[in-house]
């Protein structure tokens, strides 16, 4: 439907109309000019039924008017003829009268004149003369010839069937039968009589059976002797002669025409009365049966009992047709709204192809099954930059080839013509019109009409350059990923949790392990909650989707050590979980060969072994003069011993029991030297580091006696203290041993180089447990001396291996000190002791944890001191220290 268009005007519409009526029609929504233009066809036929209906009520009126006029003329032509016969009988019968009372017209002559009369006259069944005793002075019959009685005959009726022998027969009897119900009653007849007698003018009586059973009426005429009453002459009409005879035909032809009595009763009529009781007809014309004036009518009526519409079948006719248009009017207009819905869809549907066609931004051509170019949309115009006009209609080359491939783009096209070119598309560079070139992909579609028939075909081109480009990019950047994973000294590996499958594998790996997941399991089992899902077979679901993602990815980051015994090989182990490219939860594992680290570390720990030991024997070196004046005096005493031994036995002036207490003497000396060389041999023994529980009184005690060698010799007192019940150390003795002499040492060493008064040369070593909140249970050690301190410059670089304020020092005991104290997961500390604002001395402490909270220490490692120097602290907590790395 368009419904833009302006209504048709009629031929009669005046232009200013038409103007008005178009101008009133665009004013109107689209929606009103589809009802309108839906309902002016199902109004016009409603108008259309209304004056057919209105033309036809006007001519069935019209009609029932004509054909009541037409009835009214024929009976009152009817009556008219009727009303002349019987007034010419009557005038007729009043001469006759007249005679008779002159006393012109005898009996014999009556009858002869009667005879005469009654044979003209069909209508007249008997003429009568009547005297004024009412009895018969003669009678003329028309069935007979006799004069009295007269022999009753059947009426000439058409509708008598009785023979005349018959009616013969009944005619006395019912003649008998009359004249007994005369005289019981007065008939009709009777009363004419009466009638005529009393008003003196002939009188026509009310309808009766005759005893034929004709319906007659009769006319008495009276006789009137010088004005007295003489009788009557009696005439008998049949009713239905009259209407026969009197009826002309044409009359009877158009119109049925009827005699009634004053309750309707039909009498007589001009047709056979149908069966069944008398309706009323539609149409009829009542006129009285004059001049008779006895309640006689004559009826005309119209042969059509109905001009009812019921039976007009062309009004009808007329009803279906309309009916039936506007039923297919509203049918059409039915179907003009599923149109127009279906229009309205299509253009929709259309306008969003298009919309989609033009914003998208592949470019689209059509051509023909020559290879015709016979689209192409705005995103195919922008690519090439070419117009549309340039490329409809254009037959192959295209502008858009480049000019050194037409020949491959040619061979392309067959191919694509013949419906053969690859579902996945065709790589093909495409030619602006500016001359620059692009690499584009084609995919052709074929194109089929409405009725199935393909009539070309329909390519899709997309620009790739900047997808190419990315392409090459991403694989470039793939390169480069791989290239460096595969240069990677670390093993890198991927493994699927839940199926165990090796998803990725450097060289490395590949080199150290092989290619399958063994070497990835080998490495996780060493690397803490290594597989920590084992997959159930058949198990479809990923059993791990319940658990937090998070906790697991950070499970097992902390790097290992892992040692890996087919390789001889140590390796740092990182391992990670990851959401693999495809979804599936993974285990990444990064394993770097960390064997010549370890090699080094365990070089770096035997040295640091060996460096304690040397540092004991220089440590004895150092006290070798002490040690050898200490030795020296059981030496001597032994040489004394021995010389006043010899010179008494050579004198024998020595008992034996003198001899024995001196021998005894020497022994014990002999015994002490032996002491001190096995304690100091027992001091400088190199012997393998080993942790187990000890005492801190043996330990001080050992420490004190060795001390006190060099103490002695400068002269410097110690007092030590150690408290009482104080818990298990788990330590190596030795080594504490060694940081006490030291520190002892080194007290004494600044008490004498100080040449401090004797008030101040002394040393204090107490050992006490304490508590701290960083480190716990632990035990203290400390060795406070009274000697010059530490000066400022001196405590920054008090640990730094090498550094000594001594001439002949050799400035690694502290820092040896330190490294055994943290080896222990103990700290050492020192500072200066203050009297007002001097300074009296120094202290150096050290703590050693407990062996029942040893166990636990080893977890929680303490921060080392911020300004120490970095100690590589072996990742067992049973390997030996290691050594200063610091050179
Ligand atoms: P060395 O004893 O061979 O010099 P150390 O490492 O044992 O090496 O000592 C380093 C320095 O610390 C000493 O040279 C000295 O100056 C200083 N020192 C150590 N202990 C004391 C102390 N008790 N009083 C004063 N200075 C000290």
């Not at 008598?160 to 019981?184: C, F, N, P, V, W």
């Not at 994973?485 to 590949?510: H, K, T």
């Not at 050992?702 to 001390?707: C, K, T, Y």
């Not at 008090?798 to 700290?827: N, Q």
């Amino acid at each position: 439907m368009t419904p833009s268009k302006p209504l048709p005007a009629g031929p009669g519409v005046t232009p200013l109309g038409r103007r008005l009526l178009g101008r009133w029609w665009r004013r109107q929504s689209p929606a009103r000019q589809d009802r309108f233009a839906t309902l002016a066809p199902l109004v016009s036929v409603m108008l259309f039924l209304a004056a057919i209906i209105s033309a036809f009520w006007y001519l069935r009126n019209e009609e029932i008017d004509r054909e009541a006029e037409a009835v009214k003329r024929d009976t009152e032509i009817a009556q008219q003829q009727i009303r002349l016969r019987l007034i010419e009988n009557q005038e007729q019968l009043v001469r006759m009268a007249r005679e008779i009372v002159t006393r012109e017209l005898e009996a014999p002559n009556f009858l002869a004149q009667a005879a005469r009369f009654t044979a003209d006259r069909p209508e007249i069944l008997q003429l009568s003369w009547i005297g004024a005793d009412r009895k018969v002075r003669a009678r003329q019959s028309a069935f007979s010839e006799r004069e009295l009685p007269p022999p009753p005959k059947p009426a000439p009726t058409r509708f008598s069937s009785r023979s005349a022998q018959q009616a013969a027969a009944a005619s006395a009897a019912e003649a008998a039968a009359l004249a007994a119900a005369a005289a019981s009653r007065p008939s009709e007849a009777d009363w004419a009589f009466i009638a005529a007698r009393d008003v003196r003018q002939p009188i026509y009586s009310r309808p009766f059976k005759d005893p034929a059973g004709t319906m007659v009426f009769e006319l008495h005429v009276p006789l009137l002797d010088r004005g007295s009453f003489s009788g009557a002459l009696v005439v008998e009409y049949s009713i239905d002669v009259l209407l026969r005879h009197f009826v002309p035909a044409e009359v009877t032809n158009r119109h049925a025409i009827a005699v009634i009595d004053e309750r309707e009763r039909v009498i007589a009529s001009s047709v056979t009365p149908m069966p069944g009781p008398a309706r009323a007809p539609a149409l009829f014309n009542d006129v009285p049966l004059a001049p008779a004036a006895n309640g006689l009518i004559l009826r005309g009526s119209g042969y059509r009992t109905s001009v009812g519409l019921i039976g007009n079948t062309l009004f009808w006719m007329v009803v279906a047709l309309s009916v039936l248009t506007v039923w297919m009017l509203l049918g059409t207009w039915r179907h003009m709204r599923r149109r127009s819905q279906i229009q309205g869809a299509l253009v929709a549907e259309t306008n969003f192809r298009r919309a989609m066609e033009n914003s998208m931004l592949t470019g689209m051509r059509a051509m023909d099954l020559e290879g015709r170019v016979s689209y192409v949309n705005p995103a195919f115009c922008a690519m090439t930059g070419f117009t549309e006009n340039e490329l409809i209609g254009r037959l192959p080359p295209y502008p858009y080839w480049p000019h050194d491939r037409i020949e491959e783009n040619s061979r392309l096209l067959q191919q694509e013509l013949q419906g053969r070119s690859p579902a996945g598309g065709i790589e093909v560079k495409v030619m602006r019109k500016n001359g620059t070139l692009f690499d584009a992909r084609m995919y052709v579609s074929p194109l089929v009409d409405a009725r199935g028939h393909q009539t070309g075909w329909m390519t899709s081109m997309t620009n790739i350059t900047e997808a190419k480009r990315i392409r090459d990019q991403l694989s470039a950047s793939h390169e480069r990923f791989t290239t460096v994973l595969e240069g990677l000294d670390a093993a890198v590996s991927v493994l699927s949790v839940q199926q165990g499958e090796l998803l990725f594998a450097n060289r490395s790996y590949r080199l150290w392990f092989g290619a399958d997941a063994r070497g990835h399991g080998l490495l996780a089992s060493g690397a803490g909650p290594a597989v920590p899902f084992i997959a159930e077979p058949d198990d479809a679901v990923d059993g791990l989707s319940g658990l937090p993602t998070q906790e697991l990815t950070s499970i097992g980051t902390n790097p290992r050590e892992v040692y890996a015994h087919p390789l001889d090989k140590w390796f740092d182990v990182r391992s990670r979980y990851l959401q693999w490219t495809d979804g599936r939860l993974a285990q990444m594992l990064i394993a770097t060969d960390i064997t010549a680290r370890r090699r080094a570390e365990e070089q770096a720990s035997a040295q640091a072994e060996k460096a304690q030991v040397s540092s004991r024997l220089i440590t004895m070196g150092e006290m070798a003069s002490s040690v050898a004046h200490e030795l020296n005096q059981p030496l001597t005493a032994i040489t004394n011993y021995c010389s006043g031994m010899i010179s008494r036995v050579k004198a024998e002036t020595i008992q034996q029991g003198d001899l024995v207490a001196a021998l005894e003497k020497t022994a014990r000396q002999a015994e002490r030297a032996g002491q001190i060389i096995h304690r100091i041999r027992a001091f400088v023994k190199k012997s393998e580091p080993q942790r187990q529980p000890a005492h801190a009184k043996d330990i001080v005690e050992d420490a004190v006696e060795l001390a006190s060698i060099e103490l002695r010799r400068r002269n410097v007192a110690i007092h030590h203290y150690v408290a009482q019940r104080l818990p298990v150390l788990k330590c190596d003795p030795i080594l504490v041993e060694q940081v006490l002499l030291n520190l002892l040492k080194n007290a004494a060493e600044a008490i004498d180089s100080a040449k401090l008064p004797a008030a101040r040369r002394h040393i204090e070593l107490r050992v006490i447990p304490r508590h701290t909140p960083e480190e716990g249970g632990v035990i203290e050690f400390s060795v406070t001396d009274m000697g010059p301190g530490l000066p400022e410059e001196v405590i920054n670089r008090l640990y730094e291996a090498f550094f000594s304020t001594k001439a002949e020092g050799m400035g690694i005991g502290l820092s040896l000190c330190r490294s055994i104290v943290e080896s222990h997961r103990g700290r050492i500390k020192a500072q200066n002791l203050y009297n007002g604002s001097s300074v009296a001395g120094c202290r150096f402490a050290f703590t050693l944890p407990v062996e029942t909270s040893a166990r636990h220490e080893e977890t929680t490692l303490p921060p080392p001191p911020l300004n120490s120097r970095r100690t590589t602290v072996a990742p067992d907590a049973d390997a030996p220290p290691a050594a200063n790395t610091t050179p």
